[in-house]
Antibody, heavy 117, light 106 residues
Framework: VQLVESGGGLVQPGGSLRLSCAASGLTFSDYAMNWVRQAPGKGLEWVSTIGSGGGTFYADSVKGRFTISRDKSKNTVNLHMNSLRAEDTAVYYC????????????WGQGTVVTVSS | EIVLTQSPATLSLSPGERATLSCRASQSVSNYLAWYQQKPGQAPRLLIYDASNRATGIPARFSGSGSGTDFTLTISSLEPEDFAVYYCQQRTNWWTFGQGTKVEIK
């Protein structure tokens, strides 16, 4: 299984960014896909989940600003991030769990998002 | 939101010693708790799920126990590659992580 994130970078406060995660080596329809972030020197924070059926879930800290989506034809999951704040600065990891399991068993290498003027 | 509190924050031990890490939940999570290991510059790795089941490929020196609100990760004899940060995670009510325990070389 391989999860490869892309799209990170430097963005000004209030700006937008789209992260992508390409999944291979797994049956995409059997997995929920997730984003978990880690601020510099801090712990892990769950951000968002999209189930295999398309149901979406968000942490309160990003609700209304972030949108998760998945493309079954390309085995990718995206995270659209709007109204970015300094506190969104983090490494963003793509992670998967099998339907019904809810433990993150596969992780990407992470992509860095820096929100700064 | 279920809050997970890990202790101690840092554990200083020597290779070959036994490590005991604690995770306490603010309300019952039944046995729906996992442990992850994270090394510097790397993504986390799933070690234990459902409180006591080792994930694929995880050595037998790692074991988990507990239910309800109190959980323990035990490393029976520390190997050099086990020095890392360990996180617990619950799946009962959304998904939350503890703040981590760093296991460092004494």
């Amino acid at each position: 299984v391989q999860l490869v994130e892309s799209g990170g970078g430097l963005v000004q406060p209030g700006g937008s960014l789209r992260l992508s995660c390409a999944a291979s080596g797994l049956t995409f329809s059997d997995y929920a896909m997730n984003w978990v972030r880690q601020a510099p020197g801090k712990g892990l924070e769950w951000v968002s989940t999209i189930g295999s059926g398309g149901g979406t879930f968000y942490a309160d800290s990003v609700k209304g600003r972030f949108t998760i989506s998945r493309d079954k034809s390309k085995n990718t999951v995206n995270l659209h991030m709007n109204s970015l704040r300094a506190e969104d600065t983090a490494v963003y990891y793509c992670a998967s769990f099998p339907n019904g399991e809810h433990y993150f068993d596969n992780w990407g290498q992470g992509t860095v998002v820096t929100v700064s003027s | 939101e279920i809050v997970l509190t890990q202790s101690p924050a840092t554990l200083s031990l020597s290779p070959g010693e036994r490590a005991t890490l604690s995770c306490r939940a603010s309300q019952s999570v039944s046995n729906y708790l996992a442990w992850y290991q994270q090394k510097p510059g790397q993504a986390p790795r799933l070690l234990i799920y459902d409180a006591s089941n080792r994930a694929t490929g995880i050595p037998a020196r790692f074991s988990g126990s507990g239910s309800g609100t109190d959980f323990t990760l035990t490393i029976s004899s520390l190997e050099p590659e086990d020095f890392a940060v360990y996180y617990c995670q619950q799946r009962t009510n959304w998904w939350t992580f503890g703040q981590g325990t760093k296991v460092e070389i004494k």
